[in-house]
Nanobody, 117 residues
Framework: QVQLVESGGGLAQAGGSLRLSCAAS????????MGWYRQAPGKQRELVAR???????NYADSVKGRFTIPRDNAKNTVYLQMNSLKPEDTAVYYC???????????WGQGTQVTVSS
């Protein structure tokens, strides 16, 4: 089992910044990737950013150039640095962990991000 604990959500103004954190614990011996997804009201959950075991990242087109996904391997933690926030970034953000080989997925509890105009 893998446990994911998220933090850092909240309210920001358009143009502002927030940083989300996701700390993994438990059976984290074999990771394929970690990432962030988001789900806005009435919409499907979508990938925001992901970082693979070996380091390559990929981002949704809507956040490229504004968001980054740094990680701290020593702390088993991945972050989502969100800059130049827009009202359309408002959503519940979920941390995602994919196990290597099995591709089993684990999810965090979600953290609300609200961006006011």
């Amino acid at each position: 089992q893998v446990q994911l604990v998220e933090s850092g959500g909240g309210l920001a103004q358009a143009g502002g910044s927030l940083r989300l954190s996701c700390a993994a614990s438990g059976s984290i011996f074999s990771i394929n990737s970690m990432g962030w997804y988001r789900q806005a009201p009435g919409k499907q959950r979508e990938l925001v950013a992901r970082i693979t075991r070996d380091g390559p990242t990929n981002y949704a087109d809507s956040v490229k150039g504004r968001f980054t996904i740094p990680r701290d391997n020593a702390k088993n933690t991945v972050y989502l640095q969100m800059n130049s926030l827009k009202p359309e970034d408002t959503a519940v953000y979920y941390c995602n962990y994919v196990v290597r080989y099995t591709y089993r997925e684990y999810w965090g509890q979600g953290t609300q991000v609200t961006v006011s105009s």
